[in-house]
């Protein structure tokens, strides 16, 4: 129906606190224009912004990496954090409410995964993690309303 | 045109291609009489033809592209559209997408036909193989058809959906400071998503102290029932309203109970009116007869 | 011009009579939430003030990490001897902090400043 508007990855840099509201803004921006709804697009940014301070301060920094998708039916954003960082040993424990080693109320990833649809996590001790996570627009958007 | 045998170098994908394209034309005439084309262009025949030749062209394309078994075959994509809103509009009017399928194959007999008499013996295996590949590219378009109607369909039914949910939802202003969602039905996670926004929005709109849910219309409260109404509670709070749970039936009080459910510090009252009551006592504001205290006011 | 100008303006801190008014706008960065958590207490601290009311209305998104600063920020003043009311959270923000699993028990909150004034001049909690 549509060729255009499926942009590429758009990939961001995540090593300061400047980069996190970057990043926020970029994901906020894209998923406006995507058509998700206000409160969708506040879910997204806040699951975002948590795992893109995940990848600053356990994963030393790393990127962000957002994709745009659309499966015919409806469209999506995927968004990759990924560091080099030291990776996650027990995986279990981290996506557990409340486990923290990083001062925060630990609810990182296991918060994050709850606002989102997909949610996944790639992570090897001493070479990095990869978190992924996507949402898809929840209704159809009134495009083609009943009569033209 | 005829096909000679000098022709007969070209495979039949490309023959019935190129005779597509020539005898657009004339297939177009035939089919805009079509059951599946002239009950959509009911006001122009002009326009059902014109529609015709598109589709023509864009089975003339997959024929030389020789794709023709291939309902992804990029010469559809033209037509796509189209067809998803003929399929449309059949659809609306009743017909199941089984129907539509059948009116398309209904297009098979003219251009078959058609195609017969491009040949001076149609009885030649060359011409056999024309026709073949002519049936089977229409029997990808069915396929095509058949798939944009079922698209057609789930997006109808995707839309009442959502008006369903936006139309069983009201929020309602019982008091100045006090609104009230009266649940019925099913509580389900969209529904709860759509019961928990129009209860925040009306909170802010009617700047709400207290929000009461009503749930003396909801057949059978479950665990996750439960966590939908502690999480609407629990939003409400944040944005500085208490909300009351109204309307617990003795049965449904049972469950919970039972089910070990634990509605911690959610505030609950047996009727949507003990609720109101509540909800009036802490603004104090007080609720009289007018002929117990007539000197009141 | 992908990085937000150095030296954003500081959020800016208002005294009502015995009341710390604070107004959170826009993004706000982690280095700059802390910097506000420390301003604030070092206030309440030399002020006496009896009340603190954060207005986060012109916050789009409240992350883990600012919910906890806040509630930081009310535990903090709660031993200096000041109730703190969190005002004006959108809905969405709402929700979405529902989700994310904060539910800031122990904050108090209001609708609007407005009304966090109120509940504090009421002084009941």
């Given at each position: 129906m549509q060729q255009s508007g499926q942009a590429s990855a758009t990939s961001l840099p995540i090593g300061s606190d400047a980069d996190l509201a970057w990043v926020r803004q970029q994901v906020r921006q894209c998923a406006a224009q995507l058509g998700f709804g206000l409160v969708q697009q506040t879910k997204l940014v806040t699951a975002a912004s948590e795992l893109a301070r995940n990848t600053l301060v356990h994963g030393g920094g790393g990127r962000a990496e957002i994709t745009p998708l659309d499966n015919g039916r409806t469209r999506g954003l995927r968004m990759c954090f990924i560091d080099s960082g030291p990776?996650?040993?027990d995986l279990e424990l981290a996506m557990t409410d409340g486990y923290t080693t990083g001062g925060g109320l630990g609810l990182g990833l296991s918060g994050a995964k709850r606002l989102v649809h997909e949610f996944s996590v790639d992570t090897e001790p001493g070479r990095g993690t990869t978190v992924t996570a996507v949402a898809w627009v929840a209704q159809v958007p009134a495009s083609r309303p009943g009569v033209r | 045109m005829r096909v000679s045998e000098?022709?007969?170098?070209?495979?039949a994908p490309q023959i019935v291609g190129s005779f597509l394209e020539q005898r657009k034309e004339q297939i177009a005439q035939r089919w805009a009489d079509a059951p599946l084309f002239r009950s959509v262009f009911t006001v122009s025949r002009d326009e059902a033809v014109e529609a015709c030749k598109a589709v023509v062209e864009a089975l003339s394309e997959v024929a030389v592209s020789g794709r023709l078994e291939d309902v992804r075959a990029p010469g559809f994509g033209t037509v796509r559209e189209q067809l998803g809103r003929m399929s449309a509009t059949r659809a609306r009017t009743g017909s199941t997408p089984a129907q539509i399928a059948e009116e398309v194959a209904g297009l098979r007999a003219p251009a078959v036909e058609l195609l017969r008499e491009?040949?001076?013996?149609?009885?030649?295996p060359q011409a056999h193989e024309c026709v073949l590949a002519l049936t089977l590219l229409l029997g990808t378009l069915r396929l095509v058809v058949m798939e944009t109607a079922l698209d057609a369909n789930a997006e109808l039914i995707e839309r009442q959906r959502q008006q369903l949910l936006e139309v069983a939802t009201p929020v309602i202003k019982?008091?100045?400071g006090t609104v009230a969602v009266p649940l019925i039905g099913t509580l389900d996670s969209a529904r709860s998503q759509v019961v928990m926004e129009s209860l925040l929005e009306a909170i802010v709109d009617q700047r709400a102290r207290y929000a009461i849910l009503d749930i003396t219309g909801v057949p059978t409260v479950d665990s996750l029932v439960a966590q939908h109404l502690m999480k609407t509670v629990a939003a409400a709070r944040l944005m500085g309203a208490e909300c009351i749970v109204s309307g617990i039936r003795p049965a449904i009080a049972q469950t919970i109970v039972q089910l070990g459910i634990d509605l911690g510090s959610v505030l609950t009252r047996a009727s949507l009116s003990d609720a109101l009551a509540y909800a009036l006592g802490k603004q104090g504001i007080e609720v009289s007869r007018a002929d117990a205290g007539a000197s009141a006011r | 011009m992908n990085q937000p100008t150095p030296g954003q303006p500081a959020v800016p801190v208002l005294a009502l009579g015995d009341v710390l008014l604070v107004s959170l706008q826009g993004e706000l960065h982690d280095g700059m939430a802390e910097q506000l958590q420390h301003d604030i207490t070092s206030r309440v601290a030399t002020s006496g003030v009896t009340g603190v009311v954060i207005d986060?209305?012109?916050?789009e998104i409240v992350d883990s990490f600012l919910g906890r600063v806040l509630a930081e920020i009310a535990s903090t003043a709660r031993l200096l001897a000041a109730r703190t009311v969190l005002a004006g959270m959108r809905p969405a923000v709402a929700i979405t902090l529902v989700e994310l699993g904060?539910?800031?028990?122990?904050l108090v909150t209001a609708l609007d400043v407005d009304r966090a004034m109120e509940l504090l001049s009421r002084g009941g909690s």
């Open positions: 990776g996650i040993r | 000098q022709d007969a170098a070209g495979s491009e040949f001076a013996d149609p009885a030649t019982l008091w100045e | 986060i209305s012109g916050v904060l539910t800031l028990p122990g």
